[in-house]
């Protein structure tokens, strides 16, 4: 895997290195006591290339509520690199399934077959 931070630029146009850790995101975040790390400690887990970011329940806590993008003096959209990290995330599981051989498809509900496409392929 490439550098962690130039991950995330490719997948969010986010440039990490912006964040000087001012602690506005981690101020603001509706869900920062249920947080492992606070928004601006996962950037700087990016920033230094440390893998554990990929592993942060943070990142996944994140309710996508844009409070902390939108209170970043730096303009970075911090609620995009928690997507990004769990993108990466998703994206490196060794899971994956062929759906041309799941068998009696139309039994299946249709919102697990997209669901599982969308997990898994």
Known sequence: MT??????????GEDVYLCYFCGKCGAGCPMADKMDHLPYQVIHMVQLNDMNALNAKSIWICATCFTCSVRCPRNLDVARIMEGLRTIKVRAQQQ?????KVEDLEKLPPIALVAAGRKYT
Not at 6 to 12: N, R, S, Y
Not at 96 to 100: A, E, F, K
């Open 3 to 12: 550098n962690l931070a130039d991950k995330i630029l490719e997948i969010t």
């Open 96 to 100: 994956t399934i062929d759906l041309r």
